[in-house]
């Protein structure tokens, strides 16, 4: 893949062979050099000497937060235009993911599709993930002949299908989809926030952090949150009690003193 590998220092334990150190003991300073390799184009390569093409790849953001939708999205790549730089988007800064965002889309067939709170909450996040990457394929301009996709399921597509795991870190169409995927949902927490002042959307964009959780606290579930994730269940049961409901086996006194009379 263009770009090469990248060269990440980390800290290397050193044990004295004589003394046999613990690694607490180790010396300090010292670094050791691991190479961390960028998605390739390997396996799609091998497909398009077989003769199969198009060949997409898949991937979705969102199916952690508690608040907003899973956008998934389908990249072809152009085999003489791929971008140099594709990674798996949670490896990349902000300003990298719009960079290559914009390089994608200008270079690559796309599509993106969207699983709305609503369908998370009617399906769960799984099946509506699943989903989405499902109508993303068929939104695609052409239908692939393979698919690509991160994670252990297949997609229901007329397609052969192909579920790799940690697929964004490994293949470049779907480490491309992912970007996709996550600058389009940011872009969309960004314009909920204006929907929804006070939650914070357009910095940690619907996730768990502490300032999401004090601002779920104090404003209760908004329209754009997950019904049933815990979080956000505990803060409509602050905001939002559910009503007693009467215990038929309860006799009301004024009620039997008033039908005595009646009779």
Same mark, same amino acid.
């Given at each position: 893949?263009?770009?090469?590998?990248?060269?990440?220092?980390?800290?290397?334990?050193?044990?004295?062979?004589?003394?046999?150190?613990?690694?607490?003991?180790?010396?300090?300073?010292?670094?050791?050099?691991?190479?961390?390799?960028?998605?390739?184009?390997?396996?799609?390569?091998?497909?398009?000497?077989?003769?199969?093409?198009?060949?997409?790849? !898949? @991937?979705?953001?969102?199916?952690?937060?508690?608040? #907003?939708? +899973? &956008?998934?999205? $389908?990249?072809?790549?152009?085999?003489?235009?791929?971008?140099?730089?594709?990674?798996?988007?949670?490896?990349?800064?902000?300003?990298?993911?719009?960079?290559?965002?914009?390089?994608?889309?200008?270079?690559?067939?796309?599509?993106?599709?969207?699983?709305?709170?609503?369908?998370?909450?009617?399906?769960?996040?799984?099946?509506?993930?699943?989903?989405?990457l499902a109508r993303a394929v068929h939104a695609l301009p052409e239908m692939p002949k393979h698919v690509f996709v991160d994670g252990r399921d297949k997609l229901a597509t007329p !397609? @052969?299908?192909?579920?790799?795991?940690?697929?964004? #870190?490994? +293949? &470049?169409?779907? $480490?491309?989809?992912?970007?996709?995927?996550?600058?389009?949902?940011?872009?969309?927490?960004?314009?909920?926030?204006?929907?929804?002042?006070?939650?914070?959307?357009?910095?940690h964009k619907g996730y768990a952090v502490p300032e999401h959780l004090a601002a779920l606290d104090r404003l209760g579930p908004s329209t754009h949150h997950r019904s049933f994730f815990?979080?956000?269940?505990?803060?409509?049961?602050?905001?939002?009690?559910?009503?007693?409901?009467?215990?038929?086996?309860?006799?009301?006194?004024e009620s039997e003193a008033a039908a005595s009379a009646a009779a």
């Amino acid at each position: 893949m263009r770009g090469g590998p990248r060269l990440i220092t980390i800290p290397r334990m050193i044990r004295d062979k004589s003394a046999k150190k613990k690694p607490a003991e180790a010396a300090k300073g010292e670094k050791r050099v691991v190479a961390v390799t960028r998605p390739s184009f390997r396996r799609e390569r091998a497909l398009i000497k077989r003769g199969i093409w198009p060949i997409a790849g !898949c @991937d979705e953001a969102g199916r952690g937060p508690l608040a #907003g939708p +899973v &956008v998934a999205a $389908a990249v072809v790549l152009d085999p003489n235009r791929i971008p140099k730089g594709i990674d798996d988007s949670k490896r990349l800064t902000a300003e990298r993911r719009e960079e290559l965002f914009e390089e994608i889309c200008a270079t690559s067939a796309f599509s993106v599709a969207v699983a709305s709170p609503a369908r998370i909450d009617r399906d769960n996040i799984l099946r509506a993930s699943l989903w989405a990457l499902a109508r993303a394929v068929h939104a695609l301009p052409e239908m692939p002949k393979h698919v690509f996709v991160d994670g252990r399921d297949k997609l229901a597509t007329p !397609c @052969d299908c192909d579920a790799v795991i940690g697929g964004d #870190g490994l +293949v &470049v169409s779907i $480490a491309a989809a992912s970007i996709i995927a996550k600058v389009t949902r940011d872009r969309l927490m960004s314009a909920l926030a204006l929907d929804c002042p006070g939650y914070g959307f357009e910095q940690h964009k619907g996730y768990a952090v502490p300032e999401h959780l004090a601002a779920l606290d104090r404003l209760g579930p908004s329209t754009h949150h997950r019904s049933f994730f815990a979080p956000v269940v505990a803060a409509r049961l602050k905001h939002f009690p559910t009503p007693v409901e009467p215990d038929l086996f309860t006799v009301d006194p004024e009620s039997e003193a008033a039908a005595s009379a009646a009779a």
